[in-house]
């Protein structure tokens, strides 16, 4: 079986997403209740029973909230660095079963080889991750790579390579800068927050971005983690403009709490 993946929920109000190899199934972060992660996991075929591990990105609410509500599913690993499993525990009533890397690390779950990187966003030290899974010529398997890579206010050189070395690629638009300007029920700091080297993605410096490192191995490209209020699909598909006349492959936008169908990367 090629890896598969979908996005169960995304934007400020939750996150997560679920990968699926021959020998493994993963939340990649759990920013929803258990009650709604097993709602949109049935929505998709699947169910919290079957999940082997989560992977945590952050400690922010809108990736971990759903973590205290899992302790009904003891079976289930927490894969994070340190600094966010400490983060994460003082929240949570229970003791989930830490699995604790370093960042930058590269390491194995099952039949996945994951790679952490560090990103730029104001938590304790929030990752990246890239899934690789599959064998090397193999025609119903091959080996494919995906990258999340959302709440970052900046790419570094290490995050670029990572989306340049991937075959599908998630990454946030999470705003327009004008809409986010105009928006009234933001105050000035969290707007500058938000649009600092340390918060998180515009639509233009996503667009900057992916032009950059443009690459022919792209198969798919996900724009996630779009603000409720202070973007549009509008504004993001005017930003890809320019990504859309470097690279041949499908870009899909995820609205504001929505999903997407599975992709398999084979």
């Not at 996005?7 to 972060?29: F, H, K, M, P, Y």
């Not at 945590?56 to 759903?66: I, K, L, M, P, R």
């Not at 991750?129 to 599959?134: A, E, I, L, P, Q």
């Not at 600092?196 to 993605?201: Q, S, T, W």
Request: proline share 4%; net charge neutral; with cysteine.
């Amino acid at each position: 079986m090629a890896m598969r993946f979908c996005i169960l929920g995304s934007g400020s109000s939750g996150n997560s997403a679920l990968v699926v190899t021959e020998g493994a199934r993963i939340l990649l972060d759990a920013g929803f209740s258990a009650r709604r992660l097993g709602a949109l996991l049935a929505a998709v075929g699947e169910s919290l029973d079957r999940i082997d591990a989560v992977f945590v990105t952050h400690e922010h609410s809108d990736h971990s909230s759903g973590i205290e509500s899992l302790k009904r599913h003891p079976r289930l690993r927490f894969f994070a660095n340190a600094p966010t499993a400490r983060a994460i525990q003082k929240t949570l009533t229970w003791s989930p079963e830490w699995s604790i890397f370093e960042t930058g690390t590269r390491f194995q779950f099952r039949d996945l080889d994951i790679e952490s990187f560090s990103i730029p966003h104001d938590a304790h030290d929030p990752v990246g991750f890239r899934f690789t899974s599959g064998l090397d010529g193999d025609l119903f398997s091959p080996r494919r790579t995906l990258a999340w890579v959302t709440d970052l206010g900046h790419a570094p050189q290490n995050v670029r390579e990572r989306i340049r070395e991937s075959d599908v690629v998630v990454i946030e638009a999470n705003h327009c800068p004008r809409m986010l300007e105009a928006d009234p029920r933001r105050s000035w700091t969290l707007k500058r927050r938000i649009g600092g080297r340390h918060g998180h993605l515009s639509n233009e410096r996503m667009s900057e971005l992916l032009a950059s490192v443009a690459s022919p191995r792209w198969r798919k490209v996900f724009l996630a983690h779009l603000s409720r209020d202070c973007n549009s699909r509008e504004a993001v598909e005017g930003a890809l403009k320019e990504v859309r006349s470097a690279v041949s492959c499908d870009f899909s936008i995820v609205g504001h709490g929505e999903g997407t169908p599975f992709y398999e990367l084979g």
